[in-house]
């Protein structure tokens, strides 16, 4: 027997559709049965010809008479699913908007991870509860995309910040040297280094023809003995030498097996001297410009340079005066060969001499500069380069191409 309504296949005896609570339908038995309840009489019932209620209850199991049949039971459960549904369908679209404001919020970084974190976790529940709506794979997608974002703007933001704290951070400490560089100078014009004392550059005023020879003759007075080769002011130029060399280096150069007076001498050789110019300025000071001859400064001072980087670079000993002495002679060989690194071959050098004027009006060599130029110019090295060789910096000479340690070999053979 099959329900009218949902066509379930009911069980025996059964009186109502266990699916969908419609009654039973009657049978030719049922019905037969009915008809011979309808036709029976109160008083053939009250006779013991049919059953009376109270001993109904104790009878066999059969049909319930039509008076008896209970309403029927509303599908109930079928409205169950359709709410789940309609719950899942709002997961799938929450997790959409999720990820759709995510995308927008990326830039925010937090705002935007969060959404996307958001967004992927309500896609994945919507799918958990057995859900196919499409607003939730857009919605995860998004949610991805938000974390992409968002990690890209993080590592573009971390890269940016670091390079403009850098930045900022490099122009901090160079600008600290500069300034430890700009009152070098000035205090350098004032112990008589050259240049003008003062924050603000003097006027150049015209020398009168009598102070351009008063000063013209004191040049000559201090230079002339010198590149004579006069005992007395080469041993004077030889100490000032002996001096520079001697503060850099802990030893001086009579102990490294050279000879401060010896090298000297061989500096001096072949040169001479000339005024280039002679300028005065209004705070009483005047500039003699002088041009060295036959003066092969950088040159000279390259060499030693170059090799002595090369012997530090090996671990060589700065505190052993034979062998710095022996890089010393070594670098002089090199000079002799024009070997140097960038060897210029400039014959000339530049040398500026400081004058002041003195209370009659003339001008009188300020002894602080000349001391500082002859050292400086005729020591075997410019103190700054040297001094970043001795600290096992990187050097760089004022040439294009620095060479390798294998070109100074032939010169440094035996020494290390």
Partial sequence: MFCNRCGRELSEGAAFCSVCGAPAPLGEDATATCGSSTGTTPADRQAGDGPSPSTAPDSAPGPTTPGAVPPPIPPQAAAQPQAQRTHNDNIALASLVCGVIGLFCSPTLIFGIALGVIAIVLASSHRKAGGTSTLATVGKVCGIIDLALAAILFILFMTVGCTTFAI??????????????????????????GGTTGTSEPATVELASSDTEDISHEVAAYLDPIFAQDSEA????????????????GFGLDETGVGAREYVLWRLEGMSWEISSIEAYSDGTAIANVTLNSCYERDAHSAFAYLMDVYVERGGDIHDPERVGQVLAASQEMFYNTDVPGWRGDDSTSVAFRFVQLGDGSYAPQTDTWDYRMRTTFAPFSADVIGLVLEDEELYLDHDMYPSEEYADPYLEGII
């Avoid at 490099?170 to 070098?184: C, G, I, M, V």
């Avoid at 080469?234 to 280096?249: K, P, W």
């Fill in 234 to 249: 080469v041993d004077e130029l030889t100490a000032l030498v002996d001096g520079e060399f001697e503060e850099v280096f």
């Fill in 168 to 193: 900022v951070g490099n122009a901090a400490l160079e600008s600290t040297p500069h300034t430890e560089s700009t009152e070098s100078a000035t205090g350098t014009a004032g112990n008589g280094t």
